[in-house]
């Protein structure tokens, strides 16, 4: 086993263990600081088989930008994770469903290439080749549906995480566009029918009608 096998093994276990205490820790905190670790683990991993634009696209972007924002959030957000985790139970046939389904295509997905890693041999790269230009070069070509649907699926998270963390607040004001449509003119405009308003005079004051009086 060589110097670079015994490599790949200590990162692959660190990132699996990371990876299980990401989904199995209690305080969000502490699992996003695993995440930070598997983003790390994993950079690793790409630098052994020469992919360093992506190793450092990921520490950059997720560690670097993704997961502080998501630490602010945490920690400046009162959340409460109780009552998040109420519905756990109730959708885990569902989620555990949805995780059996992406194992078995990305198993099959692994198959149907029929990778031999005995016979492939160290990934050595040619001299003044750019991985970063070929990897564009087989994204938009080979790729480019793949890309497009990942592009897809991140736009509904996205929309789907926005329509959960959305919630009404009592002091705020906010303006319903349907009924700013529907609305007619006598809704905008009330005519109150009311008598004439006649003045009359005042009474005078005791001590000035005493006066007169005497």
Do not use: C
Request: aromatic share 8%; net charge positive; no cysteine.
């Amino acid at each position: 086993m060589t110097f670079q096998s015994i490599i790949f093994y200590v990162f692959a276990a660190v990132l699996i263990i990371s990876a299980l205490r990401v989904i199995t820790a209690k305080n969000p905190v502490h699992a996003a600081m695993f995440l930070v670790l598997s983003f790390f683990t994993a950079a690793a991993l790409w630098l052994l088989i020469y992919a360093e634009f992506l190793a450092i696209t990921l520490i950059l972007v997720y560690v670097g930008a993704v997961m502080v924002l998501f630490l602010f959030v945490v920690m400046m957000l009162d959340i409460n994770f109780d009552k998040l985790r109420e519905g756990f139970w109730k959708h885990l046939p569902i989620a555990a469903t949805v995780a059996i389904l992406m194992v078995v295509q990305m198993a099959l997905l692994l198959m149907g290439k029929a990778i031999n890693l005995k016979d492939a041999g160290p990934i050595v790269p040619a001299a003044g080749a750019s991985n970063t230009k070929e990897l564009g070069r087989i994204l938009y070509t080979d790729y480019l549906l793949p890309f497009e649907l990942a592009a897809v699926v991140l736009l509904v998270a996205m929309v789907a995480a926005i329509a959960l963390t959305l919630r009404g607040r009592k002091e705020s004001k906010s303006q319903n566009v349907g009924d700013q449509v529907r609305v007619k003119a006598g809704d905008r405009l009330k005519i109150v029918k009311m008598d004439a308003v006649v003045d009359v005079p005042a009474a005078p004051a005791p001590e000035v009608a005493e006066e007169k009086k005497a």
